[in-house]
């Protein structure tokens, strides 16, 4: 008897479980077949369709898509939307030859985000560049970046977000990415403009800061001079020659102005466009002392004079942080480890860090993606408008090379290129002169557009055929009442 009973709760217990699990799927149900829920989910896309276009055009592309087009919850509400539309067309069962029209919208819409899905998640969207010439092969993609190290035979990469403005950025320990060197990089800058600096350095060389002002435009410009480095050592600002170390060699009647170390400090010659010639001495302990070179009013303030002195290049955040003239990335790696130093790196940029006895070469990069095959730029065409230096049109002929040349083709701005199902299409140019010239090459692959497309078609018709109907429909009926 106590056997029977048993059976009997269990079988009564299992009973009560499978219609309690039975009336939760069915109020799931019927929340996602309810009217309510499709309305809301298409106000909900409408509403962050409107945001992401208002960003896009106040900020640029990646800022909105950060924040909507590929956040977690714009994702969620087109898969919500996905499920109430199948849930929808299922709940039709079985069907008749009047859904049709149904169907076919509803089936076109699910096309269109299965689509939208496979073009988020295998899509394409880069840049190629290639001088005349050249071969290349590697796409730059927008938005990520990576951090590439190297200490000894031991190469490892670090993938970083991309993150607007005002985001938090959480540091990324190259540790924990399975680099032996205790680094860290601590620092992000999503617009990031250079910023040069000098200290004292016991294996530097001598570097002077100034400031030109006056003059008829009534000037005020800063200048360093560095021995250190060739470029840094002769500087022209108009038609006024500085050189630090070395004599100004100008042109006649042109002002030059000739800085050379001493055993206290520092001398300066200066030449006015006339010929007439200053000399000066200076301490090393200079701050803010005005020479008159005797320049039309011009004066030169000498700041600071470090006899031994490096360079310290560094980053700040842009006066420009959005649209297309915002600059590109920067990166702060610091190592946590004893005596630890700190570098910065622009996007493109290579360095060389020392910590704790070795040698770790950096690179930060775009995130890149390698083709199967290269293309090779024979030409690069211009034409401009007549009479005139702005272009017209231009164009690339490139060669296809996939293990072996595959023939040439030309890219315009209206005819882009088909190979191996990536589209290449002419966006831009880099000039130089008199030449190569570099071709920027939009790359972009979209494995969901054939559904997109279909399901574009069979929306408009199912809209078509759905008003057909109500049209033949109302035809009948008008036919039977007279």
Same mark, same amino acid.
């Given at each position: ?13 299992a ?8 009336k ?9 077949v ?8 298409l106000l ?27 956040s ?35 089936v ?5 985000l ?32 990576v ?56 294996? %530097?060389?001598p ?7 006056? *003059?008829?435009? +009534?000037?005020? /410009? &800063?200048?360093?001079l560095? @021995? ?48 007439v ?6 301490s ?27 360079i ?12 297309m ?9 610091v190592?946590? %480890? ?9 996007? *493109?940029?290579? +360095?060389?860090? /020392? &910590?704790?006895?070795?040698? @770790? ?61 990536i ?14 010239v ?7 692959r ?15 018709l ?21």
């Amino acid at each position: 008897c106590s056997s029977r009973s048993w059976i009997n709760n269990s079988a009564r217990f299992a009973a009560d479980a499978e219609t309690m699990i039975l009336k939760i799927l069915m109020r799931f149900w019927k929340i996602f077949v309810s009217l309510k829920l499709a309305v809301s989910l298409l106000l909900s896309l409408a509403a962050s369709t409107a945001v992401g276009t208002i960003l896009e055009s106040v900020y640029d592309t990646p800022t909105a898509q950060y924040w909507t087009y590929r956040s977690f919850w714009f994702r969620g509400i087109l898969l919500l939307l996905g499920v109430n539309i199948f849930c929808v067309a299922m709940s039709r069962i079985p069907w008749k030859p009047r859904h049709t029209p149904f169907l076919m919208a509803h089936v076109g819409i699910l096309m269109m985000l299965v689509g939208s899905a496979l073009t988020d998640r295998y899509g394409l969207d880069g840049i190629l560049k290639i001088s005349e010439g050249e071969t290349g092969g590697i796409v730059e993609l927008p938005g990520d970046s990576v951090l590439t190290l190297q200490e000894g035979t031991v190469t490892k990469s670090v993938r970083i977000p991309w993150i607007p403005t005002g985001v938090n950025f959480k540091p990324i320990s190259l540790k924990r990415e399975g680099f032996t060197q205790d680094l860290e990089i601590d620092q992000y800058l999503s617009h990031a403009e250079p910023f040069i600096d000098f200290l004292a350095n016991e294996q %530097g060389t001598p570097a002077v800061h100034f400031r030109v002002s006056g *003059g008829p435009m +009534a000037i005020s /410009q &800063d200048m360093w001079l560095w @021995i250190g480095d060739p470029s840094w050592a002769r500087i022209q600002a108009g038609p006024a020659i500085f050189a630090l170390g070395t004599r100004a060699e100008t042109r006649k009647g042109f002002p030059s102005l000739s800085i050379f170390p001493t055993s206290s400090g520092f001398r300066v010659e200066a030449v006015s466009s006339s010929g007439v010639k200053v000399v000066k001495p200076f301490s090393e302990k200079v701050e803010r002392e005005v020479f008159d070179p005797g320049w039309k009013n011009i004066k030169i303030t000498f700041l600071k004079w470090i006899p031994k002195a490096a360079i310290l290049s560094t980053y700040k955040p842009s006066r420009v942080q959005s649209g297309m003239q915002a600059p590109p990335q920067a990166i702060h790696v610091v190592s946590r %480890g004893p005596g630890g130093t700190g570098i910065w790196l622009g996007l *493109g940029e290579r +360095a060389q860090m /020392q &910590d704790q006895g070795k040698s @770790i070469e950096m690179g930060f990069l775009p995130d890149r993606l390698f083709l199967p095959f290269s293309l090779r730029l024979e030409r690069f065409s211009i034409e401009n408008y007549n009479g005139t230096s702005n272009p017209a049109s231009y164009s690339s002929r490139v060669t296809v090379l996939d293990g072996i040349p595959r023939g040439q083709a030309t890219i315009s701005m209206n005819e882009p290129l088909h190979y191996h199902g990536i589209t290449f299409y002419q966006a831009s140019y880099e000039e130089a002169m008199p030449r190569p010239v570099t071709t920027i090459l939009s790359v972009n692959r979209d494995p969901g557009r054939p559904l997109k497309y279909w399901g574009s078609i069979l929306i408009v018709l199912g809209s078509i055929m759905l008003f057909a109907m109500k049209y033949i429909s109302a035809a009948r009926a008008r036919k039977v009442a007279t």
